[in-house]
């Protein structure tokens, strides 16, 4: 049986910690960007670790991509509600196929931007810089949605404030993130000086 007939509940015994086998599951052009686009494994169960401090944690991903984040998270913490909003229909396709495949029930995937949804909700959020696809043209997922730094000020600008009204408590954690993007008042705890992985608590 090859890997793509590999049916749900037969999946390798290293799915969640190997990112080549993980990313085998999915088309050729997307494992091909998954070392620039898709969080790490390692990354993802490090990160989830500190956005799901007590069961009931509600994270969001923003620019989920193809679940990797969500699924991987939601899998080591499946007390926890994880959800990933994408505004790619392409890669929220593929994000539900990898979802069913691995039979995670603590993830939620939503199409559309991010800037549509009331970051109220949820205790953490997760930031894989979905924004610098607007000033680095070498580096795109693809060309089927707008570029501009405009888009890129208002993202960011948009993401600031919302994280503004966040409780004190809620927790941030940014893979290849800038700091200026992080409003004042939140507190960063923790970082690996290894990878541009940083944990963020509001006060």
Not at 41 to 47: D, V
Not at 52 to 62: F, Q, T
Not at 97 to 111: D, K, M, P, T, Y
Not at 168 to 186: A, D, K, Q, W
Request: charged content about 25%; overall charge negative.
């Amino acid at each position: 049986m090859s890997e793509k007939e590999i049916e749900p509940g037969l999946l390798p015994l290293n799915y969640y910690v190997n990112d080549s086998v993980f990313d085998s599951f999915f088309p050729e052009q997307i494992k091909k960007i998954s070392k620039v686009h898709w969080t790490p494994l390692a990354i993802a169960k490090k990160a989830a670790s500190f956005l799901a401090p007590v069961p009931g944690s509600r994270i969001l991903d923003i620019g989920s991509g193809i679940g990797k984040f969500c699924i991987a998270a939601a899998h080591f913490f499946p007390d926890s509600e994880f959800h990933g909003v994408e505004q790619r229909k392409d890669l929220f396709n593929l994000a539900i196929e990898a979802q069913q495949r691995s039979e995670v029930n603590n993830v939620q995937f939503l199409h559309g931007n991010f800037t549509e949804l009331s970051l109220e909700y949820y205790d953490s959020i997760y930031f894989y810089n979905a924004f610098a696809e607007n000033m680095i043209d070498v580096a795109r997922i693809d060309e089927s949605i707008d570029y501009s730094p405009g888009l890129y000020a208002y993202y960011s600008n948009y993401l600031c404030k919302a994280l503004e009204n966040k409780a004190s408590g809620t927790r941030l954690v940014t893979y290849h993130g800038y700091e200026h993007e992080i409003p004042i008042g939140y507190k960063m705890v923790e970082q690996d000086i290894r990878k541009p992985l940083k944990m963020w608590i509001k006060e």
